[in-house]
């Protein structure tokens, strides 16, 4: 508890300042072939570039002006667009059903395995239903402050005209639109997902009911606003002209108008998770023998399957954040992939020299590394840049899960802050790094200019620095007061004899395995 105050108090001014420092001036991002699925729009007031974020709003298609009696003119989809994304839609569910279970299952002890497969499939549909309620409308529509959404899509609605059409969402090309009831779809996977992250930092002490209704508050006060900040714009039609690029902006989210980019989660989904993990691990406290007798996992293969289903869903995480399937797509892609495998050499190799041995459980671990890494530069880097960070990722957090948990003393038994919050910061900071076209990266595309422009590399850095300190101070002081009331009303810890039986038949009255 000491620890996570101490550590609280040193996170806080910086994310304070962070809070502090003046809005963004202009805002770039990508046209036609949108090197930047998060890319934005520019105020051309200044040669200033602050590139965006990825998550596009919804909005109401063009039409030529009409007579008023005219019908409503439908906007036009194309067929290729919506099958990409309704198969990305599809990977991103792979990923946690049966992907997550089976990577995080095979991590815990047997008597552990329908626990935390329990966990992860009831969040998952849990939060569905609650992003379809509301969360939708708070993440992705245009509310009073730039932290929050209003109430114009709860329960879905309005996402039909008056003539029965579906209503568009924006893509990243201008006049190019997906449905926006397939934009809600795509979003709803990754909030769903991002909870189900969380709770392999307390596995296997932790409370069933404790765990869902930390996932209800969490989702509502955390989950929500870091997306709205991050990812919410009025799409690229909005940016027309200098000064209706300002009006755009003046209304997209807070780090969005920082001009921080993130194009498929860093902050909003592994950041975010990451110190939630890290707060509950340490207000829950170390499981019963921890440091003291074998906690070891119980089934490394389910591991490695659980890693390769991840790896393949997550192609539709990142690829499917470009929301069309047009050519620059298949950069997202390669990125993906390679700064996946490299991840991979880094912790094995690592791993190797600092213990003496490769494990198939490291190199489970870095592939996810090397995912969470490349999630906010996927559309922002080359493949060099990709390499790089693959390479960073799978060390950092390699050494983040060996050493600093060790040098800290907490118990996060997944290692959800040290893959998924540290491999999040990495990836996020570094894409400052490697949007820099001298360096392989994209830079971005000011819609009204027609004109490509970068920061520059210590300015970008700066303002993906500020978006991170901003999402961990915001997380964590949401995760601290929702671990803290839960365990007032109804405690968050099951019994030591819970603990010692297994919470499988305890909580759920069934075993994983009968012999």
């Not at 998550?55 to 019908?71: F, I, N, T």
């Not at 459980?361 to 999630?375: D, F």
Request: charged letters at 10%; one cysteine or more.
């Amino acid at each position: 508890m000491n620890k996570l105050i101490r550590m609280g108090a040193k996170l806080a001014p910086l994310a304070l300042l962070a809070a502090l420092m003046l809005p963004a001036g202009s805002l770039w991002a990508q046209d036609d072939v949108a090197p930047a699925a998060d890319a934005v729009s520019s105020v051309a007031a200044e040669a200033v570039v602050e590139p965006a974020a990825e998550a596009a709003a919804p909005v109401e298609a063009a039409a030529a002006p009409a007579e008023e009696e005219a019908a409503p003119v439908a906007a036009t989809f194309e067929k290729g667009d919506i099958a990409w994304m309704l198969t990305a839609t599809l990977l991103v569910i792979f990923m946690v059903l049966p992907g997550l279970a089976l990577f995080y299952g095979g991590m815990v002890r047997a008597k552990n395995i329908l626990s935390l497969s329990m966990q992860v499939f009831v969040t998952f549909c849990l939060i569905a239903v609650l992003w379809s309620i509301y969360g939708y409308s708070l993440a992705f529509t245009q509310g009073s402050t730039a932290f929050f959404g209003g109430f114009d899509r709860l329960f879905l609605k309005d996402m039909l005209d008056a003539a029965g059409n579906l209503l568009p969402a924006a893509t990243f090309s201008k006049g190019i639109y997906i449905p926006e009831y397939m934009y809600a779809a795509f979003q709803m996977t990754f909030a769903a997902l991002t909870p189900c992250l969380i709770v392999g930092a307390f596995a296997e002490r932790m409370k069933f009911s404790a765990v869902l209704i930390f996932a209800v508050i969490w989702f509502t006060f955390a989950y929500l606003p870091v997306a709205h900040m991050v990812w919410f714009w009025a799409g690229p039609d909005a940016y027309t002209t200098a000064d209706a690029a300002a009006a755009a902006t003046a209304g997209a989210g807070y780090i969005f108008q920082l001009g921080a980019l993130d194009f498929a989660g860093g902050t909003v989904v592994h950041i975010n998770a990451g110190i939630a993990g890290l707060v509950g691990c340490i207000l829950i406290g170390k499981r019963k023998g921890f440091g003291n007798s074998s906690l070891a996992p119980h089934n490394v293969p389910f591991t490695m399957v659980g890693a390769a289903i991840l790896w393949v869903g997550w192609f539709g995480f990142n690829v499917g954040s470009n929301l069309e399937a047009n050519a620059f797509a298949a950069q997202v892609f390669i990125n993906t992939f390679l700064a996946t495998a490299a991840a991979v050499l880094a912790w094995t190799f690592g791993e190797w020299v600092i213990r003496g041995k490769p494990t198939m459980l490291g190199a489970a671990s870095g592939a996810i590394a090397g995912l969470v890494a490349i999630t906010p530069a996927c559309g922002w880097v080359g493949p060099m840049g990709a390499l790089v960070i693959g390479i960073a990722g799978g060390f950092i957090c390699m050494v983040a899960v060996i050493k600093l948990k060790a040098w800290l003393g907490y118990d996060d038994s997944l290692d959800v802050f040290g893959v998924h919050c540290v491999g999040g910061i990495v990836g996020a900071i570094l894409t400052g790094v490697f949007n820099s076209p001298d360096l392989g990266g994209t830079g971005v595309y000011d819609y009204v200019a027609g004109t490509w422009g970068f920061a520059g590399i210590g300015a970008q850095t700066w303002i993906q620095t500020k978006g991170v300190l901003i999402t961990i101070l915001w997380s964590g002081v949401v995760s601290f007061i929702a671990f803290k009331l839960i365990d007032i009303v109804i405690g968050l810890r099951v019994t030591e004899e819970v603990e010692t039986e297994g919470l499988d038949t305890a909580e759920h009255g069934e075993r994983g395995y009968h012999m």
